[in-house]
């Protein structure tokens, strides 16, 4: 229960930010916001799971980092097939009410970032100390 928890604050902390970033700088559809998720799951792969310092390899984290990447343009993918013009209905100083869930980073990137992080932190988040 805990490794969900984790996932859900660090892939929730991490696709905030770049998703505030993103709005911040206007990203908001079109193909830049798959580079834009791309960056989330790439950085959620990282981040979360044991650390890269901990990995027998760097490729580990790498891999996951990746991995990652491609998962998280895939779920924008999803999402605005599956979403595409569900409207937000309220307003921020990032973006205005109305506009499409999916052209709002500052929305859609936690919600990508949690559920990768999720499950990176379940797969990867270590088990048992190893008894010698």
Do not use: N
């Not at 996932?7 to 916001?33: C, E």
């Not at 924008?76 to 569900?86: E, I, P, Q």
């Not at 499409?100 to 088990?127: H, R, S």
């Amino acid at each position: 229960m805990i490794r969900v928890f984790l996932g859900i604050l660090k892939g929730g902390l991490v696709g905030g930010v770049v998703g505030v970033v993103a709005s911040r700088a206007g990203v908001g559809g079109g193909t830049v916001s798959y580079l834009v998720y791309a960056t989330v799951g790439f950085l959620v792969g990282i981040a979360c799971g044991k650390p890269p310092w901990r990995h027998e390899t760097l490729w580990t984290p790498a891999l996951k980092g990746l991995f990652g990447g491609l998962v998280a343009a895939g779920l924008f993918w999803v999402a605005r097939k599956a979403l595409g013009g569900v409207a937000v209905p309220f307003a921020s100083p990032l973006w205005t009410p109305g506009q499409p869930a999916t052209q709002v980073p500052a929305v859609l990137g936690p919600l990508i970032g949690i559920l990768y992080g999720i499950f990176v932190e379940v797969d990867d988040g270590g088990g048992a100390p190893k008894s010698t």
